[in-house]
C-alpha cells in the first residue's frame, strides 16, 4: 500500500447527503480520482441488505472510502445494528462490488460500529425507498 498522504474530499451534493468521507490520494490525476470515485459510488449502490429496499450506499452505511497512490481502496463501513443476519457476509459484497470497479487495485473493508449508525445519516433517496420522513 502507498505510504503517501492522502486528501479528503467532500463528495458531490448528491452522494447520501455527504455523510461519506472521502480521502483521495493527491498525486493521482484528478480526472481519474473524479471517476473512480464516481465508479466506486456506483458499486456501493448496487449492494443491498436484503432485509432493506435501499441500497448500503444511500443508507449512509459507507462511513469513509480511502483510494490510495496505488489505487488500493479501504473501505470503513458499518451495518444498520451489530446483530444483522448478513454481517458476515455484506462486507465480502462490498468488497466484490467495490472490486470489479475498472483501475481499482484492491479492496479491504473494515467493519466500525463507532459512531453507531442512526437514521441520520440515511439519504433523502433512503428515506423516500423507506417512507421515513
Same mark, same amino acid.
Given at each position: ?10 463528495? *458531490?451534493?448528491?452522494? =447520501? &447527503?455527504?455523510? #461519506?468521507? @472521502? ?8 480526472? !481519474? $480520482?473524479?471517476?473512480?470515485? *464516481?465508479?466506486?459510488? =456506483? &458499486?456501493?449502490? #448496487?449492494? @443491498? ?8 450506499? !444511500? $443508507? ?74
Amino acid at each position: 500500500m502507498d505510504d503517501k498522504p492522502t486528501t479528503p474530499t467532500a463528495p *458531490d451534493a448528491g452522494q =447520501a &447527503a455527504g455523510r #461519506t468521507t @472521502f480521502e483521495r490520494a493527491p498525486d493521482l490525476p484528478a480526472a !481519474e $480520482l473524479d471517476r473512480l470515485t *464516481d465508479d466506486i459510488v =456506483a &458499486a456501493l449502490k #448496487t449492494v @443491498f441488505d436484503p432485509e432493506i429496499p435501499a441500497d448500503i450506499y !444511500e $443508507l449512509g452505511l459507507i462511513y469513509r472510502v480511502e483510494i490510495d497512490g496505488d489505487r488500493f481502496v479501504t473501505i470503513d463501513m458499518t451495518l444498520t445494528a451489530p446483530a444483522c443476519p448478513v454481517a458476515g457476509e455484506m462486507p465480502q459484497w462490498v468488497e466484490a462490488a467495490v472490486g470489479a470497479v475498472g483501475g481499482v487495485a484492491g479492496v479491504k473493508v473494515d467493519m466500525v460500529f463507532d459512531p453507531p449508525w442512526d437514521q441520520s445519516r440515511m439519504s433523502d433517496d433512503a428515506r423516500a425507498a423507506l417512507d421515513m420522513w
